[in-house]
């Protein structure tokens, strides 16, 4: 006897023409963002006033109500990226948040939705998820294009490790790139330190090819000089961090386009 599966309390609110959807069975952030990509959706930019109060009024007109909400954006270093790596344009933070509790950013229910404020991103929520626009897209194609892997090797092993595989350790060069890497850790769920290819020449940061990036991504304090070597630093929410080369790290390839 067959029957269908589905997940009665994955009660959804289409609205905006079936652009953005309102879920409201409670998950952490990874799984929220990983069930809206399923849906060949992303976690809501929520890239506007407009957005945001169209989002609450039928939130209300649902009983929706005293709810926190996920929605894309979160903290990285100083800044609010979407998970497409944009900057996040609309930001409008209860009175002394961002606090750093977490990287996550949901809608209040402290303030009936209306202000932002961080935490864990393993708190438990409802969830927004809005149709792919081209730079989601992108980021969808990124994140399929990156491989995690937790076997520590030395830097210099994890270019060839890559290799090995048809890949190539992965580059992290701009904005889109470092939250692509930082979605990949997260969707996997994988806290560890993590080697890509970036190292410091001198006061140059470079890649393996011996390209000079002026993208840089460190976590304040850093770097202090004990090594040449970047890792994606598991401790501060990987944030880059210059390491001795010669220490066992995980590493993540990308593929070799
Ligand atoms: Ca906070
Ligand atoms: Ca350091």
């Known amino acids: 006897m067959g029957y269908v599966c589905y997940d009665e309390s994955a009660v959804t609110t289409p609205i905006f023409d079936n ?24 976690l809501t930019d929520l890239r ?57 950013v949901h809608l209040w229910n402290n303030y009936n939705g209306e202000k932002l404020n961080d935490v864990s991103c393993n708190n438990k929520y409802m969830y927004i998820c809005e149709e792919q626009d081209d730079a989601m897209k992108n980021m969808v194609g990124l994140l399929d294009s990156l491989d995690v892997n937790e076997q520590k090797v030395k ?13 190539q350790l992965a580059k992290d060069n701009s904005q889109v790139a470092h939250m692509s890497l930082l979605n990949k850790l997260l969707l996997e769920d994988v806290n560890k330190d993590m080697w890509i290819d970036v190292r410091k020449q001198g006061s140059d ?12 991504a460190f976590h304040t304090g850093q770097p202090d000089g004990n090594g040449d070597c970047i890792q994606l630093w598991s401790s501060h929410k990987h944030q880059w961090d210059d390491d001795s ?13």
């Open 19 to 42: 652009q953005y959807r309102i879920f409201t069975d409670k998950k952490k952030y990874r799984e929220a963002a990983q069930a809206c990509m399923d849906q060949g959706m992303m």
């Open 155 to 167: 830097w210099d092993e994890s270019g060839p490790a890559c290799a090995n595989k048809g890949m």
């Open 205 to 216: 940061i470079i890649s393996s090819d011996g390209q000079v990036q002026s993208y840089t």
């Open 245 to 257: 080369c010669t220490r066992t790290k995980g590493y993540i390839c990308e593929e070799d386009i």
């Open 48 to 104: 506007d006033e407009n957005v945001h109060y169209t989002i609450l009024e039928k939130m209300q007109q649902q009983g929706i109500t005293n709810e926190n909400i996920w929605i894309g954006p979160r903290t990285v270093g100083s800044l609010l990226l979407t998970m497409s790596g944009s900057m996040a344009t609309y930001q409008p933070f209860a009175k002394g948040e961002p606090n750093g509790d977490g990287p996550c």
